[in-house]
């Protein structure tokens, strides 16, 4: 079964420090998520990108987050200027845009900001 | 209001029994979506099972059925004959309004979790 892949699966970072962090999304999605899970709670949902650009993003998802498809394959999450509260993993998902298709969701980053 | 409610913290079950996970959820859209995912301690997002708004039929897939209840607007999730690598977080997520002029983008929106502890 095709995978999204993300890189690192770990990061430790000093608060103030900005992070990226990485996804490879399966090939021929176009629909792009990322979500993000705080230790023991629920999966939250951060921002969803489309035709190059953002088509949908939550209350959490402020000027301190930004996303980004460089290229035709890696798509990034940016958080700048990290705090505390932001240590959580992190997922990216993709998919087709079909109602019924699940969500392929990468392994996940597990961000720690000290 | 929450979406998707997920009114159990945790649950046990013997080894070889099945159990139900409740999930209930809100909505106005007529089309919608409703997926299990299992997180084990690894931390993955494991696909389980999809019931579609429109489907008559609860959706089955191996040990894993969905009690779909439209009209109280649950989708349950029954797990028969427990094994111990069930045990594990397993969500419920909706995915709304996608495809049919909504705006959703086809974002699943997640409860708060259930942990299952499968016991010998």
């Known amino acids: 079964e095709p995978e999204v892949t993300q890189t690192p699966s770990h990061q430790v970072t000093q608060m103030g420090q900005e992070v990226i962090l990485r996804c490879v999304p399966i090939s021929n999605h176009l629909y792009f998520y990322w979500y993000r899970q705080i230790l023991g709670q629920k999966v939250e949902f951060l921002v969803s990108f489309y035709n190059n650009e953002i088509s949908e993003k939550s209350e959490i998802f402020d000027d301190q987050f930004s996303v980004e498809r460089p290229d035709g394959s890696n798509f990034t999450l940016k958080i700048r200027s990290t705090k505390l509260e932001d240590s959580a993993m992190y997922f990216c998902?993709?998919?087709?845009?079909?109602?019924?298709?699940?969500?392929?969701f990468g392994s996940g980053t597990q961000l720690s900001v000290l | 209001a929450q979406k998707i409610t997920q009114t159990q913290p945790g649950m046990f079950v013997q080894e070889k029994e099945a159990v139900t996970l409740d999930c209930t959820y809100d909505t106005s859209d007529q089309s919608y979506g409703l997926f299990w995912y299992k997180q084990p301690s690894s931390g993955e997002m494991i696909f389980l099972i999809y019931?579609?708004?429109?489907?008559?039929q609860n959706a089955t897939e191996g040990r894993y059925s969905l009690n779909f209840q439209k009209a109280r607007k649950s989708a349950n999730l029954v797990i028969s004959a427990s094994q111990l690598g069930d045990s594990a977080m397993y969500f419920c997520a909706m995915r709304e309004g996608f495809g049919a002029g909504g705006t959703s983008y086809g974002k699943l929106t997640f409860g708060q979790g259930t942990i299952l502890t499968v016991h010998p």
């Open positions: 019931q579609g708004s429109y489907d008559e």
């Open positions: 998902a993709s998919g087709s845009g079909s109602l019924n298709e699940k969500l392929f």
